[in-house]
């Protein structure tokens, strides 16, 4: 059905190409903690953790990196008693 203007549905009256999905495809995230059976995140293990923390020292959501909600809750606690320990940069310079 046509607009009651008299443009097309599709597309803008000013020459706007109409929205395109860019991704048809996505790859399924999956918990590499259920994966690998890991129970147990340790605090003092600071390269696994570094996985989780970019540049700028915040802590990954599940929906970026993955996790199930009780491994995140678990990662986010180590990361918390890691920072307060030094191990790992509240922020970066």
């Known amino acids: 059905m046509g607009r009651r203007?008299?443009?097309s549905s599709r597309g803008d009256?000013?020459?706007r190409k109409?929205?395109?999905?860019k991704?048809?495809?996505r790859k399924k995230k999956f918990c590499k903690f259920c994966e690998e059976k890991l129970h147990f995140i340790d605090y003092k293990?600071?390269?696994l953790l570094q996985?989780?923390?970019p540049e700028r020292s915040k802590?990954?959501?599940r929906r970026i990196s993955g996790t199930c909600s009780k491994h995140?809750?678990?990662v986010m606690r180590a990361i918390k008693r890691a920072r307060s320990l030094a191990l790992i940069p509240f922020t970066s310079d």
């Open 5 to 7: 203007d008299g443009g």
């Open 13 to 15: 009256a000013k020459g």
């Open 18 to 21: 109409p929205f395109k999905r």
């Open 23 to 25: 991704f048809l495809f």
């Open 45 to 47: 293990d600071v390269r």
């Open 51 to 53: 996985g989780f923390v």
């Open 59 to 61: 802590i990954f959501p």
């Open 72 to 74: 995140q809750r678990k």
